[in-house]
């Protein structure tokens, strides 16, 4: 019923920067948290920059100053502009929206597929 189509990780050295996009369509009605998480093997995925409601956002202590998330309300997108890259942020980024469907089908939480993002030393 919804799609999340993530794009722009890759590989980059330590001091560099990427960003990425999460593009939302299908049957929305409304989204009301959007944002992105990440995940190493053997971790628990953990959040890396969220919109909570409306404009109001959070983010990991460990990205703070360097990554900045923004959003495209007409287009149903979410940005993660990440500046300053360390080797500790390669991990696998995902896309998460938590969604209010079209003809009062409720309100699910889907996940991207993921972009993996590599930073070398």
């Known amino acids: 019923q919804v799609q999340l189509v993530e794009s722009g990780g890759g590989l980059t050295q330590a001091g560099g920067s990427l960003r990425l996009s999460c593009a939302a369509s299908?049957?929305?009605?409304?989204?009301?948290?959007m944002g992105w998480y990440r995940q190493t093997p053997g971790v628990q995925r953990e959040l890396v920059a969220v919109f909570i409601s409306g404009s109001t956002t959070t983010y990991a202590d460990s990205v703070k100053g360097r990554f900045t998330i923004s959003r495209d309300n007409a287009k149903n997108t979410v940005y993660l502009q990440m500046n300053s890259l360390k080797p500790e942020d390669t991990a696998v980024y995902y896309c998460n929206a938590n969604v209010n469907l079209r003809n009062n089908m409720g309100t699910r939480n889907y996940w991207g597929q993921g972009t993996q993002v590599t930073v070398s030393s």
């Open positions: 299908g049957s929305i009605f409304s989204i009301n948290k």
